[in-house]
């Protein structure tokens, strides 16, 4: 249960009379707050870095008599001990096994609770997890999966990698560096509805706070770094995000799911939230970018072949024709000097190069065939090259920034429909989503529940290679991290 404190009240009372929080959230917080449940953040993240709950004490034993035999330091099956609280929280060769206060998308009950075919870890031939056990492991994740001195892993970090589960109404949160889930954000859990559906992510450069947009709620929400739900603006059918870091806004498009939306892109302050819109003058503006300098904001048209070119101080918007057959463009890739975008069109299956260095003007400068229905690009953070991922061949094509063609094809296990990408903070590596929505991807663990599980697939930027395919939620869709340059 969550008990909040009197100014986050008041903060959600503010919001709910906004109309931008739902009243199911604050019918929660009134009756958590008079159980005197355990006092967390709204999306289930301790706000401290100690927890005065269990430690890792408290399940230290259960893991030395029932699991470190193939999971301790002489033998450590599939890359996973147990035998230490840091070993614990680094997971296995293939990722995380607890996520700290998510029991319920932690492997390590889900595997001795729902495992079709028999639970971990008796199909092993062992005696199955006594209910007794299962509760202690249950309330240690649940408290934060706190180390034997009651510290809270990954509290504090900035360089987290955000994944919008479209299909279940979860953001995973991922540590850059560990590559783990380290969190889940459920929204359900704050009074949203499961058909929420979270679609993309900003964050701010510091990565003090972070932003998702929610189609099925027509709301942007803004969250701290903790995962604490700070603020939220009402805007219909929001879908691609981008920050101004300069000006402190953040940019809105539309959704491709939407039928008849507004031909105005959004543009909301950062600081309180308020919303305005921009009249862009073409039908389903959905692929967005702010320029490098912050002084334009692009976005491009799902119905025509048309790039817009917005001045940020005056808001003129400045249509461009790209001509030929419709393209339907999905998003832009902006390279590290701001003079290049590269926009993947859905259709053709193309990636235009677009000239954007004399502003207001856009012109194209080549096009290159990619694989079937390219998604969201991404600028290498040398801006050799452009990744981007195919949705309709479930690869990752790597072109030349300079000379416009394809030098590599990556494909591989956990890409099933890949959707967005963005680099880790230090430009080391990609990290591409995948919806995985007609179940190519076959889970590493059979749940009964995780046939379609979307995936975030690690690729190393300069070999190439994929190093890690990570579980996430499904239908995974939106990534947004902090800005590589």
Not at 22 to 35: K, Y
Not at 178 to 197: I, N, T, W, Y
Not at 314 to 325: A, C, K, R
């Amino acid at each position: 249960m969550f008990r909040f404190s009197q100014p986050d009240d008041v903060t959600m009372l503010v919001l709910w009379m906004r109309g931008v929080l739902p009243a199911a959230l604050l019918v929660a917080a009134g009756a958590c707050a008079a159980t005197g449940g355990r006092a967390v953040d709204r999306a289930g993240t301790a706000s401290t870095g100690l927890d005065s709950g269990s430690s890792f004490d408290s399940v230290a034993g259960i893991f030395e008599t029932r699991c470190n035999r193939c999971h301790g330091d002489t033998q450590a099956g599939a890359g996973l001990r147990l035998d230490t609280w840091n070993h614990v929280l680094r997971g296995s060769d293939a990722g995380e096994v607890v996520i700290p206060f998510a029991p319920d998308h932690s492997l390590l009950l889900e595997l001795a609770t729902k495992r079709v075919g028999g639970a971990h870890p008796s199909e092993a031939g062992e005696d199955a997890m006594t209910a007794a056990e299962l509760a202690t492991m249950r309330e240690w994740i649940e408290s934060g999966a706190p180390s034997p001195s009651g510290e809270i892993a990954y509290h504090g970090v900035r360089n987290f990698v955000y994944v919008a589960n479209q299909g279940e109404a979860t953001i995973s949160v991922i540590d850059a560096q560990a590559q783990v889930v380290v969190r889940v954000v459920d929204l359900k859990k704050l009074g949203f509805s499961e058909m929420a559906k979270p679609h993309h992510i900003a964050v701010e450069p510091d990565g003090s706070h972070w932003y998702v947009s929610l189609i099925g709620e027509n709301r942007v929400l803004k969250f701290d770094s903790e995962n604490k739900l700070v603020d939220a603006a009402e805007f219909e059918v929001p879908g691609m995000l981008a920050f101004d870091a300069g000006r402190r806004l953040l940019y809105v498009g539309r959704s491709m799911s939407a039928v008849h939306p507004p031909s105005r892109i959004g543009v909301i302050s950062a600081g309180d939230m308020t919303a305005d819109e921009i009249d862009v003058f073409v039908p389903r503006p959905h692929a967005l970018m702010v320029a490098s300098t912050g002084k334009r904001v692009y976005t491009a048209s799902l119905s025509q072949n048309t790039v817009v070119n917005v001045d940020a101080d005056t808001w003129e918007s400045t249509l461009f024709d790209i001509g030929g057959n419709p393209e339907v463009l999905v998003q832009f890739a902006q390279s590290p000097d701001g003079t290049t975008l590269a926009a993947s069109a859905q259709l053709s299956g193309r990636v235009f190069f677009l000239d954007v260095s004399q502003p207001p003007n856009v012109s194209v400068r080549g096009t290159v065939q990619v694989g079937g229905m390219p998604w969201h690009p991404t600028h290498a953070a040398n801006g050799a090259v452009v990744f981007v991922p195919n949705k309709g061949s479930s690869t990752i094509s790597v072109v030349s920034a300079d000379s416009l063609a394809v030098i590599a094809e990556i494909s591989g296990n956990g890409l099933s429909e890949p959707h967005g990408s963005v680099l880790s903070p230090d430009g080391k590596y990609l990290f591409v989503t995948s919806n995985n929505a007609k179940g190519a991807y076959q889970p590493r663990h059979p749940l009964g529940d995780n046939d379609n599980v979307g995936t975030a697939t690690i690729v190393d930027t300069d070999t190439h290679e994929i190093v890690k395919v990570l579980e996430v939620g499904t239908y995974a869709t939106g990534v947004g991290a902090r800005k590589a340059w």
